[in-house]
C-alpha cells in the first residue's frame, strides 16, 4: 500500500516568490494534516482537515499561508510570498477519523 | 493538552536494549501515548501507541506506568538502523486529535 506522497521533495526560491507544496493522503484516510518542522525542533500543526473541511486552521499564518483539500482527498499548501523565515520542512499526515497519523516525507523548502 | 518531557539525548550499544523514557505527568484518562521516530531527511515513523496496557508489535515495547504519568519505549536488540530522534506524543482529547511534539530525544546506537 503507497504511503503518504509528497512533492516536490525540495524547493529553493528566492524570497517574496509563491511556492505551492502538493500532498495525496492514504488512499481511505479522510483527514489529512499539515505540519511545519523547523531545524532541530518537533514538527508543528498548522491544519487539518476532515474530509474538505478544514477544522482546525489557528496555526496557519493567514496573511501569507493558505491551504486547500477541494475533493476531500488530495491537498494543496501555498505561501505568497514567502520569507526567509520560511526555510523549513512541510510536513503532510493523514489517518483515518483521526486514529493514528502516517506522515510523508516532506518538503524542504529553501526561501533565499 | 498534555505535555511531555524526554532527555534530549541518549546512547546505545548495538545489539543491547534501548530504553527510551518519557514524562507526561498531566495526561489525561481519555489520551493516548504515542512513539514515533524521525531519521535524517525522513518523516516521521510510527512506532507504537497504548492507553494503560503495555503493548508490543514487531518494533518495539511500550510500558506504561500504572499512574499513566510515565512511559518507556524499548526497542529490544538495537541496531545502528534505529539511530534518530524518538518522540512521545500524548494525543489530544477527543475531537482535536491532536499531536504535540516535543524536541524528543536523540537516540544515537554505537557500534
Known amino acids: 500500500e503507497a504511503g503518504v506522497v509528497q512533492s516536490p521533495r525540495y524547493k529553493i526560491i528566492e524570497k517574496k516568490q509563491p511556492v505551492a507544496f502538493w500532498c495525496n493522503p492514504i488512499?481511505?484516510?479522510?483527514?489529512l494534516y499539515w505540519y511545519l518542522q523547523n531545524l532541530g525542533q518537533g514538527p508543528e500543526l498548522l491544519i487539518r482537515y476532515e474530509n474538505e473541511e478544514a477544522v482546525d486552521d489557528s496555526q496557519l499564518p493567514k496573511d501569507r499561508f493558505s491551504a486547500e483539500r477541494l475533493k476531500g482527498v488530495d491537498s494543496t499548501l501555498k505561501i505568497q510570498p514567502a520569507e526567509l523565515g520560511d526555510s523549513a520542512v512541510y510536513l503532510c499526515a493523514s489517518s483515518f477519523q483521526g486514529a493514528t497519523q502516517y506522515f510523508g516525507p516532506g518538503t524542504r523548502l529553501t526561501v533565499l | 493538552d498534555a505535555k511531555t518531557t524526554q532527555p534530549p539525548s541518549m546512547d546505545c550499544a548495538e545489539g543491547r536494549a534501548a530504553n527510551l523514557p518519557c514524562n507526561h505527568s498531566t495526561i489525561s484518562g481519555n489520551e493516548y501515548v504515542y512513539w514515533y521516530r524521525q531519521i535524517h531527511s525522513q518523516g516521521p515513523q510510527y512506532i507504537i501507541h497504548g492507553l494503560k496496557n503495555n503493548e508490543t508489535n514487531e518494533m518495539a515495547s511500550l510500558i506504561i506506568t500504572e499512574d499513566r504519568k510515565s512511559s518507556t519505549l524499548i526497542l529490544p536488540h538495537a541496531t545502528l538502523r534505529d539511530t534518530a530522534v524518538y518522540y512521545c506524543i500524548v494525543q489530544g482529547a477527543s475531537g482535536t486529535y491532536k499531536y504535540i511534539f516535543g524536541t524528543g530525544t536523540r537516540l544515537k546506537v554505537l557500534a
Open positions: 488512499s481511505g484516510h479522510n483527514t
